[in-house]
């Protein structure tokens, strides 16, 4: 199995001497470590810890859903 190191290893590229990563993993990096440190937040609170993630989970879907409905309309007219 490939490590995450190693993926990430791999998916940065340089452009202009700066480094990048792919829109797609940044995504996935971001939320995989944000809900990394949910856990660590609630690990004193195992009983709570699963309840609450998906407590947060969904509070940020919801604001991603809000913010994607916001200017769905618009996006449409114009492509």
């Known amino acids: ?3 995450f190191l190693r993926v990430q290893q791999l998916q940065w590229k340089c452009a202009g001497g700066e480094p990048f990563m792919h829109d797609y993993v ?7 470590s944000w809900v990394r440190l949910l856990l660590l937040d609630l690990q004193t ?6 309840k609450e993630t998906l407590k947060e989970i969904d509070a940020a879907l919801d ?3 809000t913010g994607v409905a916001g200017d769905f309309r618009w996006r449409l007219r114009t492509r």
């Open 26 to 32: 940044r995504g996935a990096f971001e939320a995989l």
């Open 63 to 65: 604001d991603i859903k």
């Open 1 to 3: 199995m490939i490590s």
């Open 45 to 50: 609170k195992p009983d709570q810890a699963v």
